[in-house]
């Protein structure tokens, strides 16, 4: 199973910028699929998380400005990121729950990343 993100890049504070993960490989479904972020120096933290049953949710620091979407038919998730702050600059990693056939655990494999800059 691999996940694949597009779309980082820069952008002034106050602009938007919405990030793509696509699982591909042998996937039988997937229980939830989302996104972490680590900043030069700082620990990996969650940006939040859309389960297959259409709940969402976010870390305290994203409400409000962050919206997850799921595709549960192709296998996609959207970060869809306004009023975006210097602080949020980061490599935005995706993360997914995936049940493959011929494994009683789900796996839970990482996007390469993407890197997104907010700077004037």
């Known amino acids: 199973v691999q996940l694949v993100e597009s779309g980082g890049g820069l952008v002034q504070p106050g602009g938007s910028l919405t990030l793509t993960c696509a699982a591909s490989?042998?996937?039988?479904?997937?229980?939830?699929m989302g996104w972490y972020r680590q900043a030069p120096g700082e620990q990996r933290e969650l940006v939040g998380f859309?389960?297959?049953?259409?709940?969402?949710t976010y870390a305290d620091s994203v409400k409000g400005r962050f919206t997850i979407s799921m595709d549960n038919a192709k296998n996609t998730v959207t970060l869809q990121m306004n009023n975006l702050k210097p602080e949020d600059t980061a490599v935005y990693y995706c993360?997914?729950?995936?049940?493959?056939?011929?494994?009683?655990?789900?796996?839970?494999?990482w996007g390469q990343g993407t890197q997104v800059t907010v700077s004037s």
């Open positions: 490989g042998s996937i039988l479904s997937i229980n939830l």
């Open positions: 859309s389960f297959s049953n259409g709940r969402v």
């Open positions: 993360n997914a729950d995936v049940i493959v056939p011929g494994r009683l655990n789900s796996l839970r494999p």
